[in-house]
C-alpha cells in the first residue's frame, strides 16, 4: 500500500493554508464545507471541524484547504494538522462518501499550439497531477492509466502531463487539424468521468515526490544548486507555459558545460537550440561569471 505524505504550504491569504497530499484523494472532485453540519458526507471535513478553530475546509484532488478563524495563527498549528491529516489518511480515513456532493464546476479542456510543430498542448481547467511526468511509449506509460489509453491512438509518440495540462506529441502521419478535436474530446470525457490521470504509487515509485526531489538537490554542489535555482525560477515558467519542461541533469566544472534534459514540446523542438543557446546560455553566463562557457541538450 502506497503511503501518504502530507505538507503544509501557505497561500496568498494568510487565514488559509493547502495541505498537499503525495497523491490524488478525490476523483477530480471539488467539495467545499462551511460548518460540521455541511460535512456529514465527508469524515474527514467533520474530524477538522473539531477543531476549534477551523472555519472552512475545502477538499480537491491532491490537497485539503483549511480557513482558521483569527483565535490562532497557522504557524502555531498547522504541522499538528498536517500530522493528524497524514494519520487520518494512513489509517485508511475516509475522505469524502461516494454520496457527496462535489461542487459543480464544468470540466472545460481547451487546445493550445506550442513552438514545436510535432506537439499539441491540451489545457484543463483542473489540476491532473502532482508532478510532471513524460512517457515515449506504452510501456514505460504503466503508471499512468490516461497516458497508457492516449498511446492507444496510432498517431501518439509521447505524452507529457503537468499540473493541468496534458501535451502530446504526434507522429507525422496525420496533421493536428483531423486530430485534435478527438483528443480534446477524449482527454475532456476522461476527466469528467473522474478516471486515474497517474497511479498513487506513481510519484514514489518515479521518484517525484518533494523529499525525493528536495533529497537530490541537496547532494549536488554549490554551483549545480544555483545552476537548478536559475532554471526554476528564470527558465522553466516559460517552457511550461509552451508545454515543455526543462530539468538541469549535471555541471561539469572542468569543462564549465551544464547538460539539461528538455521535455514535452521542448523535446526536439526546432526553436530549443536557438532558446538553449541565444537565452539560457547566455543567462547562465551572465548570472554565473567565469563558470559556464557552453549549455547542451538530451532531449527527452
Known amino acids: 500500500m502506497n503511503t501518504f505524505k502530507v505538507s503544509v504550504q501557505e497561500t496568498s491569504n494568510n487565514s488559509i493554508v493547502k495541505f ?12 467545499e464545507f462551511n460548518n460540521i453540519d455541511e460535512a456529514k458526507n465527508s469524515p474527514l471535513a467533520q474530524q477538522l471541524f ?3 478553530f477551523v472555519k472552512k ?6 490537497f485539503i484547504a483549511v480557513e482558521r478563524y483569527d483565535i490562532v495563527e497557522w504557524n502555531d498549528v498547522q504541522d499538528e494538522v498536517s500530522e493528524q491529516i497524514e494519520a487520518y489518511l494512513n489509517d485508511g480515513g475516509i ?15 481547451y487546445a493550445e499550439s506550442t513552438p514545436n510543430p510535432s506537439v499539441m498542448k491540451f489545457v484543463a481547467n483542473k489540476k491532473l497531477v502532482a508532478a ?15 497516458a497508457t489509453e492516449l498511446f492507444h491512438f496510432p498517431f501518439v509518440k509521447s505524452v507529457f502531463l503537468d499540473e493541468n495540462y496534458v501535451s502530446i506529441t504526434k507522429y507525422d502521419i496525420t496533421e493536428w487539424q483531423h486530430i485534435t478535436i478527438q483528443l480534446r474530446e477524449f482527454i475532456k470525457d476522461y476527466i469528467e468521468k473522474g478516471k486515474e490521470v497517474v497511479l498513487p504509487e506513481a510519484i514514489e515509485t518515479l521518484e517525484k515526490s518533494s523529499k525525493q526531489q528536495d533529497s537530490h538537490f541537496e547532494a549536488l554542489d ?14 522553466r515558467p516559460a517552457v511550461a507555459s509552451d508545454g515543455g ?12 558545460n551544464v547538460s539539461v534534459l528538455l521535455q514535452g514540446a521542448c523535446s526536439g523542438c526546432p526553436s530549443s537550440t536557438y532558446t538553449l543557446k541565444s537565452g539560457i546560455e547566455n543567462m547562465l553566463k551572465e548570472m554565473l561569471p567565469g563558470k559556464i562557457d557552453t549549455v547542451e541538450a538530451i532531449n527527452g
Open 222 to 235: 554549490d554551483i549545480s544548486k544555483e545552476i537548478v535555482n536559475i532554471l526554476e525560477e528564470y527558465v
Open 95 to 109: 475522505v469524502v462518501e461516494e454520496t457527496a456532493t462535489p461542487k459543480k464546476v464544468a470540466i472545460t479542456v
Open 20 to 31: 498537499e497530499v503525495n497523491q490524488f484523494i478525490t476523483k477530480h472532485q471539488s467539495f
Open 57 to 62: 475546509v475545502y477538499i480537491s484532488g491532491n
Open 245 to 256: 519542461n526543462i530539468q538541469f541533469i549535471s555541471y561539469d566544472a572542468a569543462e564549465k
Open 50 to 52: 473539531y477543531l476549534p
Open 132 to 146: 510532471l511526468f513524460e512517457f515515449t511509449s506504452i510501456d514505460e506509460a504503466k503508471l499512468s492509466p490516461l
